[in-house]
């Protein structure tokens, strides 16, 4: 594949899996996604794929927003390198405020080899895995990291949670323990045209810098690999260290996509 068509492909790819087991409406120059149960969690209530260029266009998107975030607090737009910059430019109008962009990273070739501890993976499955994955997300949001350092409250956690358990089919979500601790988990990503994604990794601090995150992306491309997803990519905010581990791995950086919120 040319590197125009992993951008687009790519794109594709990423704006899909956020759409996964949420309501979903296409409209002429964007895509909605809704989850009503979950008004808090912006990752599951945004807009994406936005090809609006025109005054014209641009005011249909906001219009369109209005109408289906009315239960939301909040206004989320995820972009990619295809976002016109005119409707960028409106957001900056609009006091939308920019999050930390993600990096994200291709890998063309082989893994590079990973020296892992001996640890235990297993697909998540049972209800006591997911209490697991909850308490793990709970973890991670209090770290702040992957949250641009923001607090939230319990019930967006519990909302990530869920979102996790509708995407399973075409998601694998993986937990690794080591002696019997359960310290970290990854999803692995079947999306249409081919691609794989690595997804949502997470290791608690205590077990960071062992090897355990390359250990699960090592299982992930594998096993999406095993499923004829041969390319496969992930994503690593710009501002944090992970990016420099994938990079080892053999991944390579190609593109950026960014997040704009408008808290109400």
Known sequence: MS???????????????????????????????????????????????????????????????????????HRFVSSDCFTPP?????????????LTPTLQMVLPGDLAPVNAPRLNLRQVEQDRDWEIIGQLVQADHDEGARTNHAILAGEVSRGIVEGFKKKIGPCTLYLASIDGIECAYGMAVRCPGGLGMVEDLYTLPAYRNRGVASAIIRHCVDALRRHGHETVFLGAHISERPKYLYYRLGFKPLMLTREFVLER
């Open 86 to 98: 005119q409707f960028l430019a409106h957001l900056a109008l609009r006091d939308y405020r920019e």
């Open 3 to 73: 590197p125009s068509g992993h951008l687009s492909a790519i794109a594709g790819a990423y704006a899909w899996h956020r759409a996964l087991g949420n309501e979903c409406i296409q409209s002429d120059h964007c895509q909605l996604v809704i989850d009503r149960q979950h008004p808090s969690v912006w990752s599951s209530n945004h807009v994406s794929r936005v090809r609006a260029e025109t005054e014209t266009e641009i005011h249909a998107v906001f219009e369109a927003m209005d109408q289906a975030f009315g239960h939301c607090r």
